[in-house]
């Protein structure tokens, strides 16, 4: 059995190499800073990973994820937005409050009780944020998303996730009457910093870059 720190770094390599980077590897120093620690204590862990045959791993190179490692990434990947969709839906919480919470739920070890989750909240295909869940086997729903920030003026889309799962990201979202599904028209970009206008439910907005790149829409 895997300790909680181990499953977190799976996960998140998992979350770097597929869902950020579609490049299937990650560099320490962007896993270092993903987690929020220092270089040589990441190093540590990946050399933990590796000897149990988790990642494929050479100091100062790439990481991979091997197949049993990438089998545990999507297992706690799972777990973590299954309760994400339940505590959302079915407890009240609101989008910036599941992710939490969700952290120390997905480290039950009981496959019993995540099926029967998942076959209660009818087998869900995207969480809260509009990330996809993996199923039981492990195959996850590809993504064919792309960002507000490429959206020309005149352009029409809709939000389907976020990128950025942070608290303040989420309220800001929320703030500006942002959900799932709702649709979004962007009015005009500026060149020199990026900042658009967007209109939503007939209100408009400016938002930054930044802000955009993280907004996924289709």
Known sequence: MLSYTEENYLKALFHLTYEIEHSNEAGTNQLASYMGVKP???????RKLKEKGLIDYEKYGKITLSDDGRGHALEVLRKHRLWETFLFQKLDFTWDEVHEVAEQLEHIHSPKLIDKLDKFLG???YDPHGDAIPDA???LKPSFRKSLAEVEPGGQCKMVAVRDNTVAF????????L???TPI?????QSYDGTIEILIDNQLNTVSQKFAENIMIV
């Not at 989420?170 to 009457?177: G, K, T």
């Open 40 to 46: 040589a204590t990441a190093t540590d862990m990946l």
């Open 123 to 125: 087998f869900p295909e």
């Open 137 to 139: 086997q492990g195959n």
């Open 170 to 177: 989420l309220q800001y979202v929320s703030q500006l009457n």
């Open 179 to 181: 959900k799932i599904d």
């Open 185 to 189: 028209k962007v009015l005009s970009r």
